[in-house]
C-alpha cells in the first residue's frame, strides 16, 4: 500500500473504495449518533480548568506590564524574559507530564498541576523584584505546558469517538476565554483601582481556579485506555459504562483490548523507538502541527496587543479595551470551530486557518506599511482601528479553526502506548517555538518595524500552509485505535509494515461484515 502523503513531499489520494477504517456501523463507534453522557460532560468541563488556567496566565500578562514597569524596574530585555519565560517553562512543563502521564496516570498529572498553578499565581501576584517574577513565571509555566500536553489526552481518551472533536476543542474554547477572563480582568482593576500595584491584583486571580481544578479532579476517574495498559480492565469498563451507551461498550473495550495486546508484545515505551521510521515520521509531522500553530505569531497577538495597539497611536486605556475585542472574538470563534469539527474534516479545517491566517498577516503588514503614522502631527486613527481590524480578521482564522484542530490533531495522531511521551515532545515543540517568537518579537519590532515583523510572520505562514498540503493527515470518523492503524499503514513503508497493513485490512473488513 503507497502512503498517501509523506515527508519528501509525495501526496497521493487512497485508492480504497471503502475505507476499512471508518466505522460503518452506524450504532456504534465514531459514525454514531447517540447523545454524550453528562458525566462525560462534567468530566470534560472539570478538566478544562487547566485550559482556563492556560489561557489566563498567558492573557493576563499583555495587560500587567503596562503597570508592573516602574516597581519592578523593566528594561526591553526583562520586560521579554517576565514574558516569555512562562513558555520557557511550559516547554518543559509539557516534556516531563507528557512522559509522567503514561506512568502515573492522566488524573494524577492533572492534579500534581493544579497545585502548580495555585503556587505559581500566588508567587507571581507577591514577587518584591524581578528576579522572583522570571522565577514564578517559570513555574507558572509547568503547569501551562503541563496541562496543554495532559488535558487535550485525557479528553480524547475519555470522550466517545464520534463526540471527541468537540470536547477536545472545549480545551480551545476554555483557553480563550481565560484570556478573554485576563483582558477583562485588566481593564477592570486599571479602572476601578488603578494604582501601581494593580497588577498584583491581575496576577492573583488565577488562584481561584486552580483550587477548582483541584478539587474538582479528585472526583474523576481516569481514562479507560490507561487503566486498560495498567491492565486494570474492571475500572476501565466501569469508565466506559458511565461514558457510553450500553451496546457501546463491549464494542470499544474489545478494540482497546485488540490494540493493547498487539502494543505489549512491543514491551515499555522507549524514546529509542522514535529511530523506528514510521514512528519518527508520525512525530515529525506533530512536531510540524504544533509548531506551524505559533508561528503564524497568534501569541505575539495576545501577548502584545496593547504594545502594538499602543505603538500605532492608541492610548492605554483604549488599547486595553481593543484587547478585550481581541477575547471576545476569540470566544466567539471557538465556538465557530467547535460547530465546524462536527462538518469537516480536520485536514480541511487546518487548511481553511493556516491559509486565513497567512492572508490575515500580509493585510495587518500592508496597512502599517502603507498609510501614514501620524496625520496633522496626531496618531493616525485610521491606521490603528485598520490594525486592530486586521487582528480580528487573523483571530477569526486562528481561533475558529487552526488553533481547535491543532489541539485535536495532537491528541488523536500519537498511538497509546507512546501518547503521552509523543503528545509531551510536540507540545514541548511549539512551546520552544512560541517561547523564541515572542522573545524575539520586541526585537523584530524594534529593528523591521510593525509592517516588517508581520510580513515575517505570513513568510512563515506560506510555508506552515505547504506543510499542511503535504503532511497533515485526516482523521475524522475514527476511533483512536483505528487512528492508530491508518496513520501505521499510511507510514510504515517496509515489506513487514505492508504485509502487517494487508492482515489488518482483511480482518477489518470480516469485522466490519460481522457487525452488519
Given at each position: 500500500m503507497a502512503a498517501p502523503f509523506s515527508l519528501n513531499g509525495?501526496?497521493?489520494?487512497?485508492?480504497?473504495?471503502?475505507e476499512q477504517y471508518l466505522t460503518l456501523n452506524r450504532a456504534s463507534g465514531p459514525n454514531s449518533d447517540a447523545p454524550t453522557a453528562p458525566f462525560v460532560k462534567v468530566i470534560a468541563i472539570i478538566a478544562t480548568l487547566g485550559g482556563l488556567l492556560?489561557?489566563?496566565?498567558?492573557?493576563?500578562?499583555?495587560?500587567?506590564?503596562?503597570?508592573?514597569?516602574?516597581?519592578?524596574?523593566?528594561?526591553?530585555?526583562?520586560?521579554?524574559?517576565?514574558?516569555?519565560?512562562?513558555?520557557?517553562?511550559?516547554?518543559?512543563?509539557?516534556?516531563?507530564?507528557?512522559?509522567?502521564?503514561?506512568?502515573?496516570?492522566?488524573?494524577?498529572?492533572?492534579?500534581y498541576l493544579a497545585v502548580i498553578f495555585a503556587i505559581g499565581a500566588v508567587g507571581t501576584a507577591m514577587a518584591p523584584d524581578v528576579s522572583w517574577m522570571i522565577f514564578f513565571r517559570l513555574v507558572l509555566g509547568v503547569a501551562v505546558g503541563g496541562a496543554a500536553a495532559t488535558v487535550p489526552v485525557y479528553i480524547a481518551e475519555i470522550a466517545p469517538a464520534n463526540k471527541r472533536g468537540q470536547l477536545v476543542t472545549l480545551q480551545e474554547l476554555m483557553i480563550v476565554s481565560g484570556q478573554l477572563l485576563a483582558y477583562i480582568s485588566n481593564a477592570s482593576f486599571h479602572e476601578l483601582w488603578g494604582g501601581e500595584s494593580t497588577w498584583r491584583w491581575m496576577l492573583a486571580v488565577a488562584t481561584l481556579p486552580a483550587v477548582l481544578l483541584w478539587f474538582g479532579m479528585m472526583f474523576m476517574p481516569d481514562t479507560p485506555r490507561w487503566y486498560a495498559m495498567k491492565g486494570r480492565l474492571a475500572e476501565a469498563r466501569r469508565v466506559l459504562d458511565r461514558t457510553r451507551r450500553p451496546e457501546d461498550v463491549e464494542w470499544e473495550l474489545m478494540e482497546i483490548e485488540e490494540t493493547l495486546e498487539a502494543q505489549r508484545a512491543q514491551g515499555k515505551p522507549r524514546l529509542r523507538e522514535l529511530l523506528t521510521p514510521w514512528l519518527f515520521k508520525l512525530f515529525m509531522i506533530g512536531i510540524g502541527i504544533a509548531v506551524i500553530q505559533q508561528m503564524t505569531g497568534v501569541n505575539t497577538i495576545m501577548y502584545y496587543a496593547p504594545t502594538v495597539l499602543t505603538a500605532v497611536g492608541m492610548s492605554d486605556n483604549a488599547a486595553l479595551v481593543a484587547t478585550v475585542a481581541n477575547g471576545v472574538v476569540s470566544v466567539l470563534m471557538t465556538f465557530v470551530g467547535i460547530w465546524m469539527l462536527g462538518k469537516i474534516g480536520r485536514r480541511t479545517m487546518t487548511m481553511i486557518g493556516q491559509f486565513g491566517c497567512t492572508a490575515c498577516l500580509v493585510f495587518i503588514g500592508a496597512v502599517s506599511y502603507l498609510l501614514p503614522e501620524t496625520v496633522n502631527g496626531q496618531p493616525d486613527a485610521l491606521r490603528g482601528y485598520m490594525v486592530l481590524a486586521g487582528m480580528l480578521m487573523f483571530l477569526c482564522f486562528q481561533q475558529g479553526a487552526l488553533s481547535p484542530v491543532t489541539w485535536l490533531l495532537l491528541s488523536e495522531i500519537f498511538p497509546t502506548r507512546l501518547r503521552g511521551i509523543f503528545m509531551g515532545g510536540a507540545v514541548f515543540s511549539m512551546w520552544i517555538a512560541n517561547f523564541l517568537i515572542s522573545l524575539f518579537f520586541p526585537i523584530l519590532l524594534a529593528w523591521v518595524g510593525l509592517s516588517g515583523t508581520f510580513f515575517i510572520f505570513a513568510?512563515?505562514?506560506?510555508?506552515?500552509?505547504?506543510?499542511?498540503?503535504?503532511?497533515?493527515?485526516?482523521?475524522?470518523?475514527?476511533?483512536?485505535?483505528?487512528?492508530?492503524?491508518?496513520?501505521?499503514?499510511?507510514?510504515?513503508?517496509?515489506?513487514?509494515?505492508?504485509?502487517?497493513a494487508r492482515e489488518r485490512k482483511a480482518y477489518r473488513g470480516q469485522m466490519d461484515k460481522a457487525r452488519l
Open positions: 509525495r501526496l497521493l489520494e487512497s485508492f480504497m473504495t471503502k492556560f489561557g489566563y496566565d498567558t492573557g493576563v500578562i499583555s495587560g500587567a506590564l503596562l503597570f508592573m514597569g516602574s516597581e519592578l524596574h523593566l528594561t526591553p530585555l526583562t520586560t521579554g524574559l517576565v514574558t516569555s519565560s512562562l513558555l520557557f517553562g511550559a516547554a518543559f512543563g509539557a516534556l516531563l507530564a507528557g512522559h509522567m502521564a503514561n506512568a502515573a496516570g492522566r488524573k494524577k498529572i492533572i492534579i513568510a512563515f505562514g506560506i510555508l506552515g500552509a505547504t506543510f499542511v498540503i503535504k503532511c497533515v493527515p485526516e482523521t475524522r470518523n475514527r476511533s483512536l485505535e483505528q487512528i492508530e492503524h491508518y496513520l501505521h499503514d499510511w507510514l510504515d513503508n517496509s515489506p513487514e509494515g505492508q504485509r502487517r
